[in-house]
């Protein structure tokens, strides 16, 4: 499977612990993006990197969260001391840039955080 | 007011009904807009790009206006598998940055 892969898919923690969730985007995509989904709503924009550049995070992101993509390739979330108002769905999307347009989103299937 | 907003619904309509849902963005400077869809418990997955010109495929037709700074979708003799969340999606800007809305609910009904 070539699409986009990421880890873990679910994550059980308690308030105040770190956690990572990785992202394996499609290979040949230069774009990646983080989302957080809750219940009924739709996907809230995280931050975005084009190749290893972060080009935006969102003022919504407290100091906890933190994003890299190192070489471009993989990217990792990481929530430090975690509260619970973090469960959600954290997505990971990848695109391929081209001048101009922007490009499709393949989404991963998403890793599920519950804070208890 | 948030940059893209839609309807929630939800929308529940018969079989063989014709569906529409509307989706306003608050950023003039967006250049780039499309229709997601969102299974239940599933990643969105790009139903159609959104073009000036307005596009249709198959039994979807999506329009913009500009000028409204609004996006329409059209939904024509729906299926029981049509049955989904559809998330309008825009660009901030002349950014990559993606903005969804909250999506809408559609529920087909036999």
């Known amino acids: 499977d070539t699409g986009v892969s990421q880890n873990p898919r679910h994550k059980i923690t308690k308030r105040g612990q770190n956690v990572t969730f990785r992202c394996d985007p499609i290979?040949?995509?230069?774009?990646l993006y983080w989302y957080r989904q809750t219940l009924g709503q739709g996907p809230e924009f995280l931050t975005y990197?084009?190749?290893?550049?972060?080009?935006?995070k969102s003022r919504l992101l407290s100091d906890r969260f933190s994003a890299e993509r190192p070489k471009g390739s993989f990217s990792t979330l990481e929530i430090q001391r975690t509260e619970q108002g973090d469960s959600a769905m954290y997505l990971c999307?990848?695109?391929?840039?081209?001048?101009?347009?922007?490009?499709?989103?393949?989404f991963g299937e998403g890793s599920r955080l519950t804070v208890l | 007011r948030k940059e893209v907003e839609q309807d929630p619904g939800p929308f529940n309509v018969p079989e063989g009904a014709t569906v529409a849902f509307n989706c306003t963005y608050s950023?003039?400077?967006?250049?780039?807009f499309f229709w997601y869809r969102q299974d239940c418990r599933k990643e969105p997955k790009l139903l159609m790009s959104?073009?000036?010109s307005g596009n249709e495929d198959g039994r979807f037709t999506a329009q913009l206006n500009r000028a409204s700074q609004y996006i329409s979708l059209l939904i024509r003799d729906s299926k029981l598998s049509d049955s989904a969340t559809y998330l309008c999606?825009?660009?901030?800007?002349?950014?990559?940055?993606?903005?969804f809305g909250q999506g809408t609910t559609l529920q087909v009904k036999p």
């Open positions: 290979s040949e995509h230069n774009r």
């Open positions: 959104v073009y000036s």
């Open positions: 950023n003039s400077a967006s250049q780039s």
């Open positions: 990197f084009q190749n290893e550049a972060q080009l935006e």
């Open positions: 999606v825009v660009n901030s800007g002349n950014t990559g940055k993606l903005i």
């Open positions: 999307a990848s695109s391929f840039q081209r001048t101009g347009n922007t490009g499709e989103l393949f």
